[in-house]
């Protein structure tokens, strides 16, 4: 079974960077779409971005897009997500989740991919803070 785990939450300044790291076992990271979801206290959690663990197809809510950048090295079965200037309102705990039947449909524009119930698999979480 495919297992997550996420990595490289912490503190920021507003308009700082940050990389998450999603490191996945237990699976080829081909085989699936990963990921990253956010939720902030009192918030619904949210589709940040997506990667095709194949043809590296990437999807970007439009929140983030020109800040956000996902990669992958399938290699390593990792999954990036470089964040830049981030936001106070970005504070949150971050996900990554894989799914594989989004991947098997093939990378099709307007597909689900920001919808928390196309996936099957979760990591843990890690807390992204950003303050002052």
């Known amino acids: 079974q495919l297992q997550l785990v996420e990595s490289g939450g912490g503190l920021v300044q507003p308009g700082g960077s940050l990389r998450l790291s999603c490191a996945a076992s237990g699976g080829t990271l081909g085989s699936y779409v990963i990921a990253w979801f956010r939720r902030a206290p009192g918030q619904e959690r949210e589709g940040v971005s997506c990667?095709?663990?194949?043809?590296?197809?990437?999807w970007y809510a439009d929140s983030v897009k020109g800040r956000f950048a996902i990669s992958k090295d399938n290699a390593e079965n990792m999954v990036y997500l470089h964040k830049n200037s981030l936001k106070p309102e970005e504070e949150a705990d971050y996900s990554c989740a894989a799914s594989y039947l989004l991947h098997d449909y093939g990378w099709v524009e307007g597909a689900p991919y920001e919808s928390a119930d196309e996936y099957d698999y979760w990591g843990q979480g890690t807390q992204v803070t950003v303050s002052s």
């Open positions: 990667i095709s663990g194949s043809d590296g197809s990437a």
